[in-house]
């Protein structure tokens, strides 16, 4: 199993900062098959990045996304209120076919 | 705008098995640019892939859940469902179902907004 980690678990910050959370990967992720997502409380996740960099439809370019082989960035500029929320790494690819980080807290 | 909907029991008693259905609007689960999957989160913990289905008949489980799941599609309903036995209290957890995209790099960027599960008597 691809085991993703992440720091760190929490972070706090002000609107108008910016937010950079790591992701490694215990092996090195297939084809930069590597996602990043964004949780709120009784939400379902919410897709920010695929392809290691790209980012997901409707996702404002504050967000971007960083690395290969097994280490990971992804980077969130001017934080909105609205950024407040669980963000967490994503691998396809090795088995399971899914796997993911444990989750950094962001709190603005 | 595509659109998920899982629907079930909120309750399960144990060694029963659970059975989800996930509904699909603004797109086909006959797309052969997509997966359809099933996730699930304890409370307050993280993601885990239970397994996914294509147009196909290709299926891919959790090899740690792989024993008691089955993956299955509708086409004449667009819908999707799952079936996961002999539930226990270890299987209680908000249960998504979510669409995964080839042309996306396999990113899930269609989910429904869960459906919670308890394994109680």
């Known amino acids: 199993e691809n085991v993703l980690t992440q720091s760190p678990d929490t972070l706090s910050l002000s609107p108008g900062e910016g937010a950079t959370i790591s992701c490694r990967a215990s092996?090195?992720?297939?084809?930069?098959?590597l996602a990043w997502y964004q949780q709120k409380p009784g939400q379902a996740p919410r897709l920010l990045i695929y392809g290691v960099s790209s980012r997901a439809t409707g996702i404002p370019d504050r967000f971007s996304g960083s690395g290969s082989g097994t280490d990971f960035t992804l980077s969130i500029n001017r934080l909105e209120p609205e950024d407040s929320a669980v963000y967490f790494c994503?691998?396809?690819?090795?088995?399971?076919?899914?796997?993911f980080g444990p989750g950094t807290k962001v709190e603005i | 705008q595509v659109q998920m909907q899982e629907s079930g029991p909120g309750l399960v008693k144990p060694s029963q098995t659970l059975s989800l259905t996930c509904s699909v609007s603004g797109d086909s689960v006959s797309s052969d640019s997509h997966h359809w999957n099933w996730f699930r989160q304890p409370a307050g913990k993280g993601l885990e892939w239970i397994g996914r289905?294509?147009?196909?008949?290709?299926?891919n489980y959790n090899p740690s859940l792989k024993r008691r799941v089955t993956v299955s599609l509708d086409t004449s309903k667009n819908q999707f469902s799952l079936k996961l036995s002999s539930m226990t209290a270890a299987d209680t957890a908000v249960y998504f179902c979510?669409?995964?995209?080839?042309?996306?790099?396999?990113?899930?960027?269609?989910w429904g907004q869960g459906t919670t599960v308890t394994v109680s008597s």
């Open positions: 092996q090195s992720v297939l084809i930069n098959y």
């Open positions: 979510a669409r995964s995209n080839v042309l996306q790099s396999y990113g899930l960027d269609v």
């Open positions: 994503q691998q396809f690819g090795s088995s399971p076919l899914f796997t």
């Open positions: 289905i294509h147009i196909s008949g290709s299926t």
